[in-house]
């Protein structure tokens, strides 16, 4: 499998997937580095465990070319700061 560089820095191969923690008040990513993962149902199980542990945090899963696979956050939490706005 060919190993490319990606514009976040680890190289990973075309069947990986990286996951960057985001605040999901802000929706600005935290945490440094993403945590790659060799295939999609690992990605989403860490990211379920992350939500359920800390219900502030967020995770979003990128492909190797940068596409948004999924992004996981609590649902109450994520509505209550990006809801409809305020009449």
């Known amino acids: 499998m ?7 820095g680890l190289p ?3 069947s990986q997937f990286a996951v960057f ?4 008040k802000t929706m600005i ?3 440094g580095a993403p ?9 989403e199980r860490h990211c379920q465990s992350k939500v359920t542990d800390t ?3 967020g995770c979003r899963i990128y492909t190797t ?7 996981v956050s609590d649902d ?3 509505a209550k700061h990006h809801g409809r706005p305020a009449a």
Do not use: E, Q
């Not at 060919?2 to 976040?8: A, D």
């Not at 945590?35 to 990605?43: K, Q, R, S, T």
């Open 2 to 8: 060919p190993v490319r560089t990606t514009y976040w």
């Open 12 to 14: 990973r191969t075309d």
């Open 21 to 24: 923690h985001l605040d999901v």
């Open 29 to 31: 990513m935290s945490g």
């Open 35 to 43: 945590v790659i993962f060799d295939c999609l149902g690992d990605a």
């Open 55 to 57: 219900p502030a945090l």
């Open 65 to 71: 070319t940068g596409a948004v696979v999924r992004t």
């Open 76 to 78: 109450r939490l994520f």
